[in-house]
């Protein structure tokens, strides 16, 4: 994992905070991908932006945003707090991180960043994972043995501050994801293991 504060040609992983260099690029990408998936007009996005590079053109991004500085957007499809729902009544909401707003130029960029985003947030202290998931998304995680659960149906109607235009989004049938970070993690390590 390389610093945001990165100058010349960029290559790789970075992970961007708001105010950091690129970070705004970061969000100009997600928005310009939901656009053309989905026909979205996203204007908000995760406070956290892990990145990848190829030969200084960006290849993938995905949104973080920790469950302990406060209410989750996914939380807006529960009945109650995301922490009520998981299996570990042990796991505290410091431990767990919603992922959001992936997108990538294609499925080859895709893959590779999720490993590596796995790997970050366990580096950052995360044990559980949450978000919203389309139906192409879940096939991907499940052809890739990443195993989840799912909490329950992302609905449009639930959106509090429907501040963005979701466009079709909705008609992909999202669900509100969970999964452990490090057994997501094996299962994408041994995908590599095989592929080398």
């Known amino acids: 994992m390389t610093n945001a504060a990165f100058a010349g040609a960029r290559e790789g992983l970075y992970v961007l905070r708001e105010g950091d260099a690129w ?41 973080v945003r920790s469950a302990v500085d406060g209410p989750l957007f996914l939380e807006q499809y529960l009945n109650s707090p995301v922490e009520m729902l998981l299996g570990d009544s042990s796991l505290e909401r410091s431990q767990i991180v919603e992922i959001g707003g992936f997108a990538a130029i294609d499925k080859m960029a895709a893959i590779p960043l999720m490993e590596k985003t796995a790997n970050v947030l366990l580096e950052m202290g995360f044990a559980q994972a949450v978000c919203t998931a389309n139906k192409p998304i879940r096939r991907c995680l499940s052809s890739i043995n990443v195993p989840f659960e799912q909490l329950a149906v992302a609905d449009v109607k639930m959106i509090q501050d429907p501040a963005d235009n979701w466009g079709s989004y909705y008609a992909t049938a999202p669900f509100v994801l969970a999964g452990d970070i490090q057994t997501g993690a094996g299962a994408i390590d041994r995908l590599f293991q095989l592929a080398a």
């Open 23 to 63: 970070y705004e690029t970061a969000c100009q990408f997600t928005k310009d991908r939901f656009q053309q998936c989905f026909g979205c007009e996203l204007t908000q996005f995760y406070p956290i932006i892990i990145t990848s590079w190829l030969k200084g053109e960006l290849q993938a991004v995905v949104g």
